[in-house]
């Protein structure tokens, strides 16, 4: 079985306001900069304190309201819907949380006690989450995220 999970970076680790839509010539800037950087080492640290194994890499997924940065998680292992769904609001948690700034170094991300959806630490925003299955494995896309910061 395949898992894919979409992350979306928030616009704010690009200097746009919190919730603001890139155009696609913003999104391609932003793929390589080092923001982007910073967020897919953030995802890595996620992965290696969970102990899951994925490939990552950047996409732009652009709409007709604009374009925004994604980390692609290609995970190694079968991972049933419910932890994929936990998985995806831990990451988006913490991209929403731990948005570069300047002037010091990015928190350390804490290691969730279990990998249950009961226990999802998520209590501000939304993120809306649609799961698509492909005909080998199942994915999953975070389509949006809305919230106050």
Request: glycine share 8%; charged share 30%.
């Given at each position: 079985?395949?898992?894919?999970?979409?992350?979306?970076?928030?616009?704010?680790?690009?200097?746009?306001?919190?919730?603001?839509?890139?155009?696609?010539?913003?999104?391609?800037?932003?793929?390589?900069?080092?923001?982007?950087?910073?967020?897919?080492?953030?995802?890595?640290?996620?992965?290696?304190?969970?102990?899951?194994?994925?490939?990552?890499?950047?996409?732009?997924?652009?709409?007709?309201?604009?374009?925004?940065?994604?980390?692609?998680?290609?995970?190694?292992?079968?991972?049933?819907?419910?932890?994929?769904?936990?998985?995806?609001?831990?990451?988006?948690?913490?991209?929403?949380?731990?948005?570069?700034?300047?002037?010091?170094?990015?928190?350390?991300?804490?290691?969730?006690?279990?990998i249950t959806p009961k226990?999802?630490?998520?209590?501000?925003?939304?993120?809306?989450?649609?799961?698509?299955?492909?005909?080998?494995?199942?994915?999953?896309?975070?389509?949006?995220?809305?919230?106050?910061?």
């Amino acid at each position: 079985m395949k898992n894919i999970l979409f992350v979306p970076v928030p616009s704010s680790w690009y200097g746009k306001p919190w919730g603001a839509v890139m155009t696609f010539e913003e999104a391609l800037k932003a793929l390589d900069s080092d923001e982007q950087k910073q967020a897919v080492a953030l995802m890595r640290e996620i992965d290696r304190q969970l102990g899951i194994e994925a490939e990552l890499s950047s996409s732009i997924n652009e709409s007709p309201d604009g374009a925004n940065v994604v980390i692609v998680h290609n995970i190694k292992e079968p991972l049933d819907g419910d932890t994929l769904r936990y998985l995806a609001a831990v990451k988006g948690k913490a991209l929403l949380d731990q948005s570069p700034d300047k002037s010091e170094k990015p928190k350390p991300v804490e290691k969730p006690r279990e990998i249950t959806p009961k226990s999802s630490p998520i209590k501000k925003g939304v993120i809306r989450i649609v799961h698509v299955p492909p005909r080998k494995g199942h994915g999953l896309i975070i389509t949006g995220m809305r919230g106050t910061k």
